[in-house]
């Protein structure tokens, strides 16, 4: 075992002697601190400057991360022959010697992430050469360029997987994995890798691929047929082509996302794809120009150098998209792009398609038939575009018949096509927040109004109409369904009336967000929604909280950014208090000498307030937390908040005993004369 440093040394010389002295001193963990679980020792965070060498002789895993280790010599692991996982994460290390693993044949699994092996590459290369069972190896965080991982790896034909992310690789070629015939899983994300040159062609095994986060321009004459897994996000690819030939490729992700594509990745004809990931590119579809021009026959041609040779390859705008062969294809994200529409029979060719997501595009139109039935999707999202029409061809067959989640939010919709829900027999969820959108009937509208159809929708379970601008429901509009979830926020001119449309939903209805939705009147009555657990109130003009709201049931109450000076004394006591578990206040105009309830809300069991922090009362100008009030201002409360008949009666009774006073001396000093004036009035005699 190597010996500690120097300095490590003094510093525990020192503290033993500041804790025998009577000195506060700080605990610092000794070698011998580390814990054992079966054969499994975890020395991690314990300030080792070595490896320990009073450990357990048949640990096989051993944990050494976030310590200072800086050098691991030929003797460090001579007592712990049986050790087949050995991490050494974010420490100091520079050096392996060579000799340092030739008693650790067993090792199969060794992290050295976030060290500095940088400096002396080449012995740690002959040290990793000595272990013929590694599988795993880690070498994340090192400063490598290639040239470096190039001979850290070249005698360790055993590896499965093998990690160089955070490094400062820049170009790879067919030298830099030689000899790694067994690799399976090879992670290159966060380097600054801009080329690729035939550098995975010898690796006839490997099926995870994760190129993320560098910087390659283009990926072409993609024939890595055995992969499976290809992590290809966040560079700045601009176009994806596979080889072309009819080889089976067992691709079945391909993620390449975040990227700059132009045009829809040119894959594979014969694959395993089943998702595909294109969120946050450039790209679109040029089958057919927005004002109708098609471009059906143009090709593109790319240009493409390898060393001394020119390859051009022509390739037409969609035909030769159709070659390939999205049969198996389930997840298909194309969000945040510039599509505007899309091909004819593009969906057609995915007949196993579960999740689509078009969000975040330019749709202004999206249709929808029998030979594009879509028959296996349960999730599709057109959010975020611009969407005018949705249109619908329907025959005898049917439409999204397992649909569960259909996102329409921020569009420009104004209604959904009649009877789009009638082959929907799963839907669950749909969303139409943010589109001018009403629902049926209309009161006192002809039955000709555009409007969205959801009565006897009897799956459906959560439905958002936040900021429709709906007004004044009536009717029955919910009528048939059986909602949980219901979102009204963000509409203004919502609450003309009673809740009286809503009376198909008392049995279910769970959730209810009436958020910023003009609401000011304590009249309101909630008591019908016997089923409510969740109720939103935010941001509206409420002053009183509805005394309808008491004999509700609620767990979670928002009665955030409202108009409110104080809440009922007897909350805490009521049905609502004693159920509610969640109850968010802050942002009200709380009266700071009327604040009985806080103090009874916070005595009370199981009720939790989020936002306390953020609870502020009003004394005067001033906004203060309702805990920490001054002791002036509880003084001044206690005049504000005193009984007033008392008040009434200490200010009255100066005046009485000055008028009783007054009426005293008035009478001494009339008294004979009076006397004189009552005898003489009554006529009798007396003596003076």
Same mark, same amino acid.
């Given at each position: ?54 450990? %357990? ?32 994460? %974010? ?50 965080? &090192? ?30 070629? /067919? ?15 966060? &380097? ?40 290809? /996000? ?53 089958? %057919? ?288 208090? %004693? ?110």
């Amino acid at each position: 075992m190597e010996a500690p440093l120097p300095g490590l040394s003094l510093l525990l010389l020192l503290l033993a002697v500041g804790w025998g002295s009577g000195m506060d001193a700080a605990w610092v963990p000794s070698p011998g601190g580390c814990e054992l679980v079966q054969r499994i020792m975890d020395c991690t965070g314990r300030w080792l400057s070595s490896i320990p060498g009073n450990l %357990r002789g048949d640990t096989e895993e051993l944990f050494l991360d976030d310590n200072t280790i800086r050098l691991l010599g030929n003797a460090s692991l001579l007592l712990y022959p049986q050790l087949w996982h050995l991490s050494l994460a %974010r420490n100091r290390l520079e050096l392996i010697e060579p000799g340092a693993f030739l008693s650790s044949q067993r090792l199969e699994v060794l992290s050295l992430t976030d060290n500095l092996l940088f400096t002396n590459y080449s012995l740690t290369a002959a040290a990793l050469s000595a272990l013929p069972a590694l599988r795993m190896l880690d070498l994340a965080g &090192n400063q490598l360029r290639e040239d470096m991982v190039s001979v850290l790896v070249s005698n360790l034909s055993s590896l499965e997987s093998l990690s160089v992310a955070r490094n400062a690789i820049m170009r790879l070629d /067919s030298s830099t994995f030689t000899n790694l015939t067994q690799l399976l899983e090879l992670n290159l994300e966060k &380097n600054d890798i801009f080329e690729i040159d035939n550098a995975f062609e010898g690796l006839q095994r490997l099926q995870t691929l994760n190129i993320a986060y560098n910087y390659l321009p283009c990926l072409v004459g993609f024939g890595l047929t055995q992969l499976r897994v290809l992590n290809a /996000s966040n560079n700045i690819i601009e176009w994806f082509l596979t080889l072309e030939n009819d080889d089976l490729f067992e691709l079945e992700v391909l993620d390449l996302s975040h990227n700059r594509l132009l045009f829809f990745p040119v894959l594979p004809r014969q694959s395993k794809l089943h998702s595909l990931l294109l969120q946050d590119n450039r790209m679109s579809f040029y089958q %057919r120009l927005p004002n109708g021009t098609s471009l059906a026959n143009v090709t593109v041609q790319f240009l493409i150098i390898d060393g001394n040779s020119t390859n051009i390859t022509t390739v037409r705008l969609w035909e030769e998209l159709c070659h390939s062969n999205l049969s198996s294809l389930r997840f298909l994200d194309m969000s945040q792009n510039q599509v505007w529409g899309l091909p004819d029979d593009f969906l057609a060719q995915m007949p196993s398609l579960t999740h689509l997501k078009l969000n975040q595009n330019c749709l202004e139109a999206f249709h929808l038939s029998e030979e594009d039935p879509l028959a296996m999707l349960t999730e599709l999202d057109l959010s975020q575009n611009q969407l005018v029409e949705l249109g619908l061809k329907v025959g005898v067959g049917g439409i999204l018949p397992n649909l569960q989640l259909f996102n329409l939010s921020t569009n420009r919709l104004q209604a959904l096509p009649p009877g789009i829900f009638t082959h929907t027999r799963k839907i669950t969820t749909l969303d139409l927040s943010r589109n001018r959108v009403h629902l049926c009937p209309q009161p006192g509208e002809a039955e000709s109004t555009p409007c969205v159809d959801i009565r006897g929708v009897g799956t459906l379970s959560h439905l958002s109409l936040a900021g429709c601008g709906l007004q004044g429901m009536g009717g029955r509009p919910f009528q048939g369904t059986s909602l949980l979830h219901l979102d009204l926020s963000d509409n203004r001119q919502l609450l003309s009336g009673d809740l009286g449309w809503l009376q198909d939903l008392v049995l279910t209805l769970q959730v209810l967000s009436l958020r910023n939705t003009s609401l000011s009147s304590t009249a309101l009555d909630f008591s019908a929604l016997s089923s409510l657990v969740r109720l939103d109130l935010s941001g509206n003009s409420l002053s009183a909280l509805p005394g309808s709201l008491g004999a509700l049931r609620l767990r979670s109450l928002d009665l955030r950014d409202n108009c409110l000076p104080a809440l009922p004394p007897a909350l805490a006591r009521a049905p609502l208090g %004693r159920s509610l578990r969640e109850l968010y206040l802050s942002r009200n105009p709380y009266n700071c000498c009327t604040l009985g309830w806080w103090d009874a809300l916070q005595r009370a069991e199981g009720l939790r307030v989020p936002d306390g922090r953020e609870v502020t009362c009003r004394h005067g100008s001033r906004a203060l937390r309702p805990g920490a009030l001054p002791q002036p201002v509880l003084h001044s409360c206690r005049w504000q908040t005193a009984d007033m008949a008392l008040l009434y009666l200490v200010l009255a009774l100066p005046t009485c005993l000055t008028l009783l006073v007054a009426f005293v001396v008035v009478f001494l000093m009339l008294k004979d004369k009076l006397l004189k004036m009552v005898k003489t009035r009554c006529g009798v005699s007396g003596s003076y």
